[in-house]
T-cell receptor, first 115, second 109 residues
Framework: NAGVTQTPKFQVLKTGQSMTLQCAQD?????MSWYRQDPGMGLRLIHYSVGAGITDQGEVPNGYNVSRSTTEDFPLRLLSAAPSQTSVYFCASSYSRRHSYNEQFFGPGTRLTVL | KNEVEQSPQNLTAQEGEFITINCSYSVGISALHWLQQHPGGGIVSLFM???GKKKHGRLIATINIQEKHSSLHITASHPRDSAVYIC???????????FGEGTQLTVNP
């Protein structure tokens, strides 16, 4: 299994540009989440999904969209990039309520810089 | 005030020392997760606790639900344990977690 994969690893955008961060998992996990990590603030939840076709907002959803058309993929879209979105983005997945132990599996992260 | 607070923020130890990292939370939870972030940035899950205590190798995690407090202990610390340790409170599914800011641990040989 590849686990959780994220692309790209690094990205530089100009203010106003849009882009999609890709996330995929091959473990048949139902739950997937997007986090951003900023210095001194810890990880913060952007959006999450409890299954294909179901998404919900987290703590900091503004400026981001997500969709979950398949169990495997959970892309994060930046609609109009702003310097405040400069951050490291992590995608994570875990099983479901049916499992008694839901270890979180994280992708390697995407370092995004918005100029 | 953060809903999940860790202490200390930074910790330096000598190889072989016993390490304790603390986590207090104010949110209602069904589980407390401990994560390790390597110097290269990768994050791995260490434990998920709903009650009591768990042990994996030299790592021990405990939780007191009534006091809303959890601790991560490392016995016989080693330089390879140097990393950021993060606690996160939320649901057992892991789908909605609130994270602490992390504890930077450095273990010197």
């Amino acid at each position: 299994n590849a686990g959780v994969t994220q692309t790209p690893k690094f990205q530089v955008l100009k203010t106003g540009q849009s882009m999609t961060l890709q996330c995929a998992q091959d473990m048949n996990h139902e739950y997937m989440s997007w986090y951003r990590q900023d210095p001194g603030m810890g990880l913060r939840l952007i959006h999450y999904s409890v299954g294909a076709g179901i998404t919900d907002q987290g703590e900091v959803p503004n400026g981001y969209n997500v969709s979950r058309s398949t169990t495997e993929d959970f892309p994060l879209r930046l609609l109009s990039a702003a310097p405040s979105q400069t951050s490291v983005y992590f995608c994570a997945s875990s099983y479901s309520r049916r499992h008694s132990y839901n270890e979180q599996f994280f992708g390697p992260g995407t370092r995004l810089t918005v100029l | 005030k953060n809903e999940v607070e860790q202490s200390p923020q930074n910790l330096t130890a000598q190889e072989g020392e016993f390490i304790t990292i603390n986590c207090s939370y104010s949110v209602g939870i069904s589980a407390l997760h401990w994560l390790q972030q390597h110097p290269g940035g990768g994050i791995v899950s260490l434990f998920m606790l709903s009650s009591g205590k768990k042990k994996h190798g030299r790592l021990i995690a405990t939780i007191n639900i009534q006091e809303k407090h959890s601790s991560l202990h490392i016995t016989a610390s080693h330089p390879r344990d140097s990393a950021v340790y993060i606690c996160a409170a939320g649901e057992t599914s892991g789908s909605r977690l609130t994270f602490g800011e992390g504890t930077q641990l450095t273990v010197n040989p």
